[in-house]
């Protein structure tokens, strides 16, 4: 198994390859959105570079979970829900909640997800 570097390493080139960033912009604690500019077409080729560089398979909705964000059984007036954050808790282990449900607002949720989270769900992947 890669060290924590040697993937975040790894990450780091999948997502400056991705979003046209530069390497210096990709660190542990940049937002996917809000600091690397991701859209949500580029999430799909996040996926494929990670599958590639790690030899994984992701599925779908697995490392970004918008069914969950997208339903009416999880979303209530723009919020998610309790449900919703049990949902996303299960789906996503390697994801730090804490901020998120201080405001689960749908908006905010892309603007959460941090390279670090990228490092901990690919650890999570190989270990399996």
Request: a negative charge; proline letters at 5%; zero cysteines.
């Amino acid at each position: 198994m890669p060290s924590r570097d040697e993937i975040f390493e790894k990450v780091r080139s999948a997502l400056v390859d991705a979003l046209g960033v530069d390497e210096d912009d990709v660190t542990p604690a940049a937002t996917m959105v809000g600091d690397l500019g991701a859209e949500s077409i580029d999430f799909l080729d996040i996926v494929f570079r990670l599958e590639k560089a790690f030899g994984i398979k992701i599925p779908r909705g697995e490392l970004f979970p918008e069914d969950v964000l997208s339903s009416a059984e999880f979303v209530s007036n723009g919020k998610v829900n309790a449900a919703g954050l049990a949902a996303l808790k299960a789906r996503m282990p390697f994801f730090d909640l804490k901020n998120f449900e201080q405001n689960p607002s749908v908006q905010n949720f892309p603007n959460m997800l941090t390279v670090e989270d990228m490092v901990r769900y690919v650890q999570s992947k190989l270990a399996a």
